[in-house]
């Protein structure tokens, strides 16, 4: 079941990578940095991690591994940042908020659109720590 969702992630990533036009000799660090994503967050779960907690962590590393890729291959940190990211997009609890509000269960659906909220804000914020860390790495090390 895991290899599955590792090797699932990877060509999600991957495919994404090839719809934004990614230049061929990145993609497949692209998928890497999906999976890798992907691997953090079900890692963190399985050790009892709440899924919010789990996607800001899991969104650090990937931001993190992007901006290492980046200078690795003279590219801009996004082209690995949004491939990596994919895997951990909140879709099917924003589709399944959507569908309660069509089955007119507003109950359910708040409670699953605080909870895609809250995910994607994670996301958000996971980026931006990331950045932020990375930036304080870099006046550290300047002389």
């Not at 708040?110 to 930036?135: H, K, P, R, W």
Request: glycine share 8%.
């Amino acid at each position: 079941m895991i290899g599955e969702q590792i090797a699932t992630s990877f060509i999600a990533s991957a495919g994404f990578a090839i719809l934004f036009n990614v230049p061929a000799k990145n993609i497949l660090y692209c998928g890497v940095a999906g999976m890798i994503s992907w691997m953090t967050y079900r890692f963190l779960l399985e050790g009892g991690v709440d899924p919010i907690a789990a996607t800001l962590v899991a969104s650090f590393v990937v931001s993190a591994l992007s901006q290492i890729f980046a200078r690795s291959f003279k590219t801009p940190v996004i082209v690995f940042l949004i491939s990596g990211i994919v895997p951990l997009v909140p879709g099917g609890v924003a589709y399944d908020a959507m569908r309660n509000v069509v089955q007119h269960q507003y109950d359910v659906a708040v409670q699953l659109a605080f909870q895609a909220f809250m995910l994607s804000g994670s996301i958000a914020f996971g980026i931006m720590f990331s950045e932020v860390f990375n930036q304080v790495i870099r006046k550290l090390r300047a002389p």
